[in-house]
């Protein structure tokens, strides 16, 4: 069931400051190349910070060193622009193989981070990128150098159901945004364990 609502035109609509706090949550997959975590990011229809597609929009190579910087300062703004327009959840596809590349999107950022590891193993994913000679060392290199998520690095956890509201605009027509199941934990926001229901108390509840 999908519902829509209309803003309320009537009366004066003051200006209200977008912020980002710990209730906006980035999911970082970690995984390497063809592992199929592109896949699983788009299947999922949220929005998508991805640097190779910055690279490819900056100067249409898949890698140039002199503009690493480049890449990563817009890839943290972009993740920035998205909560500030409104999206709840948005996701990196990225390797993140290392602790040191996974903390770059967790230490001092004003959102949750959680992290979504697609487990294929570098055998599997030499054999996707058999026409791809390029990626191969690059798949053995990064195997060599993974490290597994540590127990503060929380995983994320399918909710039991996707929530969808649709929010129409007259401007822009309709945009679809996903509620998260969330639950706090000390000072942190994370996704709630499927076993364990909805933290408001609801039950399951399937949507189509």
């Known amino acids: 069931m999908i519902v829509v609502t209309w803003p309320n035109w009537e009366g004066p609509m003051p200006y209200v400051k977008p912020e980002i706090d710990e209730t906006k949550l980035l999911v970082v997959t970690v ?46 703004y972009m993740v920035k622009a998205l909560f500030l327009a409104g999206h709840e959840l948005v996701v990196v596809d990225e390797t993140c193989t290392t602790k040191s590349r996974r903390n770059f999107w967790r230490e001092g ?7 979504h590891h697609v ?6 994913c030499k054999e996707r990128a058999i026409d791809d000679p390029e990626i191969q060392p690059i798949i053995d290199k990064m195997a060599n150098q993974f490290e597994p ?19 129409a605009d007259l401007a822009s027509g309709p945009s679809v945004s996903v509620k998260q199941f ?25 949507r189509g």
């Open 109 to 115: 950022r004003p959102w949750t981070t959680v992290f």
């Open 182 to 206: 969330v639950e706090r934990r000390g000072d942190k926001l994370i996704p709630v364990d499927p076993a364990k229901g909805d933290p408001h108390g609801n039950k399951e509840e399937r």
């Open 31 to 76: 995984g390497l190349p063809r592992s199929g975590k592109s896949t699983w990011a788009r299947s999922k229809r949220w929005p998508i910070v991805n640097r190779d597609a910055i690279r490819l929009a900056l100067h249409g190579e898949r890698f140039l060193k002199p503009t690493e910087d480049l890449v990563k300062v817009a890839a943290i």
């Open 149 to 167: 998520l540590d127990a503060d690095e929380y995983p994320y956890a399918e909710p039991p159901c996707e929530q969808y509201e649709v929010h």
């Open 119 to 124: 487990d294929t193993s570098a055998e599997v």
